[in-house]
């Protein structure tokens, strides 16, 4: 593995510091197992090329600030396509996250959940009447978006069934989305 230059002298680093990385002490930061080409290369090896990726990769985030395998540091406005927009490291979070996977890891929808629920109660009362449909990706969430709509039409708008979708649009990767996705390389 490369040694890496201390941040503290690395001109482009735009100030990490210590003290800023909570529960990370610079030689956490630096136990990486990995060069950014290293994993740039294992990625294009080993995984099915579906996405335009940007060359960065993150090592870590804190707060609204995210860093890279080359010390650099940026301000997170895009929070994972808007799925993880409550910050990186904070410890509310980490300790939730602590306290499920002490418990109990993943038990599926064939059963009950209770955190499922009082979430869906909380939804509803800040939201508006009716109920949840909880899903695990974006493509998911519009391949139900589409069910739902032409549902409502055939029942309640004489059988209407046309979906508006917008060109150099992405709406997912199942064969609904890409029905609805104005862009040819989706
Ligand atoms: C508008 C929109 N719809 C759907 C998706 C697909 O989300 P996922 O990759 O979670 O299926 C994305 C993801 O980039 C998106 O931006």
């Known amino acids: 593995m490369p040694e890496k230059e201390p941040l503290n002298n690395n001109p482009s680093s735009e100030g990490i510091q210590k003290d800023q990385i ?25 995984i099915l090329n579906t996405y335009n990726r940007l060359p960065v990769c993150f090592y870590f985030g804190q707060g609204p600030y995210l860093y890279d395998t080359e010390h650099k540091r940026y301000i997170d406005f895009l929070s994972g396509i808007s799925v993880t927009n409550l910050g990186h490291g904070e410890a509310d979070i980490i300790e939730a996250i602590r306290e499920q996977a ?6 599926s929808n064939l059963f009950y959940n209770e955190e499922q629920a009082m979430l869906a109660e909380v939804l509803i009362e800040y939201s508006f009447p009716g109920k949840v449909f909880f899903c695990n990706s974006g493509t998911e969430a519009n391949e139900a ?13 004489n059988g209407a ?18 029905s609805i996705t104005g862009n040819e390389k989706s």
């Open 161 to 178: 069934e046309i979906i508006v979708s917008l060109e150099r649009s992405f709406h997912g990767r199942t064969f609904g989305s890409l």
């Open 102 to 107: 002490e418990r109990i890891i993943h038990t």
């Open 22 to 46: 909570n529960n990370y002490t610079q030689q956490d930061y630096f136990r990486m197992p990995l060069t950014f080409e290293e994993i740039k290369t294992k990625t294009e090896k080993y």
């Open 145 to 157: 978006a589409i069910k739902f709509a032409r549902h409502y039409g055939q029942k309640e708008k």
